[in-house]
């Protein structure tokens, strides 16, 4: 397979640059409010995504048939005014999925490895049950902005 069928015609280097302009602003943005509610900021401090991620993690756990899984939200007013339109003029509909599922897979990534820094004894069942979830994860994400 021809890696840019897979980036819709997008040079590799950009689409994952792509990527990482998204995942980084919103790996940064801080919550409003949070210092009132530490529980899922234990190991995040106070950023925004990082927490929605944690309880988004929670819906997938608790989706049936008839409570599909739901979208993860990003709110287009945390993205740059330049990363927007960057965006816009470079990805189609389904690129643009891609990037932001990508983005928001990556700060799975960094819980899934906080987990096991800060909870280092947490046993292989524990461990293998985040694993699986972030995997079903990757298959059942969805993203959208929102206003």
């Not at 040079?11 to 409010?33: K, W």
């Not at 990003?74 to 990805?91: N, V």
């Not at 990508?102 to 069942?125: G, S, T």
Request: contains cysteine; hydrophobic residues 40%; glycine residues 2%.
């Amino acid at each position: 397979m021809n890696l840019t069928s897979v980036t819709h015609g997008i040079h590799p280097e950009i689409y994952e640059s792509m990527i990482y302009r998204v995942y980084t602003e919103l790996a940064a943005h801080e919550s409003i409010g949070s210092a009132q509610k530490p529980i899922n900021c234990i190991i995040f401090d106070i950023r925004k995504y990082y927490d929605w991620a944690i309880n988004y993690e929670k819906a997938i756990i608790l989706a049936t048939e008839d409570k599909p899984y739901p979208y993860f939200q990003i709110k287009l007013s945390d993205l740059s005014t330049e990363l927007k339109k960057a965006l816009d003029e470079l990805l189609d509909a389904r690129g643009l999925e891609l990037v932001l599922k990508q983005a928001v897979l990556r700060i799975y990534h960094d819980i899934q490895n906080a987990y096991n820094e800060v909870f280092p004894e947490a046993d292989a069942r524990s461990k293998q049950f985040i694993i699986n979830l972030h995997k079903k994860m990757a298959t059942t994400l969805k993203v959208k902005f929102v206003s």
